[in-house]
């Protein structure tokens, strides 16, 4: 067996000093969430305020470290068998739960099969490459048959269909964190429910918990790294309007909040504002599907589209966050292909940047080919300030750079946008992905012919044929050649413009001078409270 070391890129920002603030209360953290939270049992939920609770309580083998690089968390060390399929993790042997039971390979185990059974377990899909995942998935076989052993307390040995290149990447995810197997069985009906109903093996443990109204974390003595932890208590209270958040923030009751919208004109010079860049892009797709006569079935009106718009305009007058304009489908600073980024390695693919010229020399030959077919479309999207302005912008342009082109926006309720997009018959409409792991192949499944996220139904042969070779199991050991596999994939989507990709998105916030450590993650939690100090 060969030893595999720990190595990821990832982003991470640390906020040294910020705003002057008054004296307050040493080793606290309070925070403000505009989201509503729901549970904090990690099979429950696909939101990313329940992740970035429960990352704070339940600890994954693996965990992004303060300069973002994947790390030892739950697991010690780990050892791959020579073919790639049997992965042996040997856990931290001091860990214990904050309940003072021992964390053991069991409880991993346990879990896991947990996860596969549950139907309704939005994530069960990382299990699908472990031993007999998929037959258990679509009930082909019980849950006990899942390819994941307690060898003994501290060894956990899984077992692969196939090698994987990203598979401890998928570990890091809390969906996959363990849960205790005793108190679980005890407490199945209400397990993450309440502060009562759970038990912590990461840094904090849940002191008090309310739905969507607050969230109180307290150190956990039992943690087995619990010597790094600076914090003695984080609260998070759902406050949904920015300007409450503001005023709270101004008068030191909070001590850090995120800066969007038009908080951005409030701080655009403040002391204490930083900004991280992070692997989530936003984009809108282009389709026929369902679309008789419309300019959409014709490839150079859609390359117009990807050409006759200035996403600088975007992130600079509107978002002004930090968020940078997206030419490509990866973004930049994603991937570690020995060393080397995605984008390192093809830095300039068949892109879609802004070029009035070429966009209405397309738009022109466009013309001869559709005849008598309008050049108009409805392009739809989750409703909320935010996207209004962006697409109502994108609109504009279009308009202004395209003569004759006309866009129809349709605002939809965001549970309702995305239940419709999931059908697959909503020719153009908004889309954004932020990934669940730290692999390029996140990014490629959004055009693969039968992937859910496939929203309008793109087929391409030679795109699907380049994304598994990509991801096949000859080039799991090959990182270079795997990457050069992806290259004509990424090229075929940018050069059918059924892909327009907008911006690479930025968090932006502040916090007062007291409080240092401040880190931001590609994947959830995204902000990891064990790293922060307030003084």
Known sequence: MKKIGILLFSFVLLLASCSTAKPSTAKMLRLASENDFATLHPHKTSSGVDFQ????????????????????????????????LTYSFELQPHALWSNGDRVTASDFAFTWKLL??????????????????????????PADQLGVTAVNDLLLE???????AYFVDILAFPT?????????????????????????????????????????FEKNINYWDQASVNLDTVSMRVIKDQSTQSLLFDDFELDMILVDGELNVKYENAPGVATGISPSIIYFYLSNIGAENSPLTNKNFRQAISTAIDKEIITNSILKNGSKPLDTLIPENFGDFDGQTYRELD???????????????????????????????ELNFPDSALFRNVYENVKAQLEANLPGVLVTLNAQPSNLYYSEIMKKQTPAGHGQWGVDYEDVQSFFTLFESTSNYNYGNYQNAAFDASYHKGDSVELAGSPLERAAAYFPAEAQ?????????????????????????????PIMPARQYRFVTVA
């Open 158 to 164: 899984v077992t692969l269909e196939r090698p994987l």
């Open 116 to 141: 596969a059974s549950d139907k309704q377990a939005d994530y069960r899909s990382f299990l699908k490459n472990v031993k007999n995942g998929s037959a258990i998935i679509n009930n082909e076989l």
């Open 53 to 84: 609770n429960i990352g704070q309580y339940l600890q994954t083998l693996f965990v992004y470290d303060e300069s973002g690089k994947l790390s030892p968390g739950a697991a010690a060390s780990y050892s791959v068998s020579d073919d790639g």
């Open 176 to 216: 996959m964190a363990p849960i205790n197997q005793k108190f679980y069985e005890d407490h199945a009906d209400t397990y993450g429910m309440t502060a009562l109903t759970t038990v912590a093996n990461g840094p904090f443990s849940i002191k008090e918990f309310q739905p969507d109204t607050e969230i109180i």
């Open 347 to 377: 830095p300039s693919p068949k892109e879609t940047r802004f070029n009035l010229e070429k966009a209405q020399e397309l738009l022109a030959v466009a013309k001869m080919e559709l005849t008598d077919i309008p050049l108009t479309f």
């Open 493 to 521: 989507v940018l050069d059918d413009a059924v892909f327009i990709p907008l911006y690479q998105r930025a968090t932006k916030w502040i916090a007062h001078d007291n409080v240092s450590g401040i880190t931001l993650s």
